[in-house]
């Protein structure tokens, strides 16, 4: 069973654009890297050229793994998404009970999640424990600081 990954269509095409960036500049970066380190003499003791084998190979890794993701993508078009319950890509304002704070996330892929811009993982405890909820519902999460609480304040698309 294939494990897709849910885009947006802006996540989609960031990520084949850094897949591209790779392969030909990365690419070329690397072999030239390990070209300088050769031409300095013994490679049996030629730290530079055990340093850039290594960055080429976590560049080769980097690159499968960016063409695993794309090939297991799968594109949403937020404008078929129901905002009745918490979903991937649905913006999620809750309300921490213990502090009384408001918050809102929007739930997206693991590979999309990035908490300065207030995406989180559907995978996250929260995202998880939010997946599903209506507005007024209360979650009870635990995560890694403990048992929260949450009450679903409001859920929007777009």
Request: glycine letters at 6%; a negative charge.
């Amino acid at each position: 069973m294939a494990n897709y990954t849910y885009l947006t269509q802006s996540g989609y095409d960031r990520l084949k654009a850094e897949l591209e960036e790779l392969k030909t500049t990365g690419r070329q970066e690397a072999a030239r890297a390990i070209s300088e380190a050769r031409s300095q003499g013994d490679l049996s003791e030629n730290a530079e050229y055990d340093a850039a084998k290594d960055a080429q190979g976590m560049l080769e890794f980097k690159i499968n793994e960016l063409e695993t993701v794309l090939s297991n993508a799968r594109v949403i078009d937020e404008s078929l998404l129901d905002d009745s319950k918490v979903a991937i890509l649905s913006n999620v304002t809750i309300k921490n009970l213990k502090t009384g704070k408001e918050m809102t996330y929007k739930l997206v892929s693991e590979t999309e999640a990035d908490a300065k811009l207030m995406k989180i993982s559907v995978t996250s405890p929260i995202g998880q424990g939010l997946l599903g909820k209506i507005k007024g519902d209360v979650a009870r999460i635990q995560t890694p600081a403990g048992s929260m609480e949450f009450e679903v304040i409001n859920i929007t698309i777009g």
